[in-house]
């Protein structure tokens, strides 16, 4: 699965990376546009990117609200997606056939067992760099008639790096597959054959400090690497 996540660029760096051409800069009200995250949570205003031609970005709020929802509750419980049944769960399928997206990170959380306790572990590119979510996304209306784009996270069965920690993993597109992903004249098949578990040898995986199970904290102390001593004095 994928609970929380981090993206520490800037909003310049997202345009530049992923081509995009439109900024909806209104939706970035509830979050200044360059504001780095270090533990992005659920229900929180995330960037997102929908579209192929031209790309936009804009802010939408992370659990898939489906267009038939009576209210925002169900979000909570669609923060993920699991690819294999994209087609058949009536949450998910009208989004998948039309409506994709991109969700920029450069890291995601995950939580190891060790004993009683769960060990915190950032997970990411060996280069640091960006890269995006395989998302799908939906627009709600309210009560009052105002819009809501709200997204979800796909997830994989998780490759050798991750199993030992998890059996899921977001689902990482390659750069060369984002384009594909967001066409909505992509065949189903080819859709599907893009969400894989990402190559373990292109990712690693290091502890941090239980800060980051408190949704409270966002600052670069939650992805600081914990040493061997650290570790076995905070987790025993």
Known sequence: MCGRYTLRHTTKDIVQR?????????????????LLRYNIAPTQPVAAITENSPRVLEMMRWGLVPFWAKDLSIGSRLLNARAETLSEKPAFRAAFARRRCLVPAD?????????????????????????????????????DGSPLHSCTIITVAANELMAPIHDR???????????AWLSRSTPTDELMSLLNPY???????????????????????CIEPLD??????LFG
Request: aromatic residues 10%.
């Open 228 to 233: 061997d001593s650290q570790e076995l004095t």
């Open 107 to 143: 890291g995601f959380y995950e939580w190891r067992k060790q004993g009683k306790m769960k060990q915190p572990l950032r997970i990411h590119r060996k280069d640091d760099d960006l890269f995006a979510f395989a998302g799908l996304w939906e627009e709600w209306t309210s009560p």
């Open 18 to 34: 992923f081509l995009v051409t439109e900024v909806i800069e209104a939706t970035f009200a509830e979050m200044e546009p360059d």
């Open 169 to 179: 993993m977001p689902a990482i597109l390659r750069p060369q597959d984002e384009a």
């Open 199 to 221: 190559p373990e040898e292109d990712i690693e995986a290091y502890p941090v400090a239980p800060i980051v199970n408190s949704v409270a904290n966002d600052g670069p102390n």
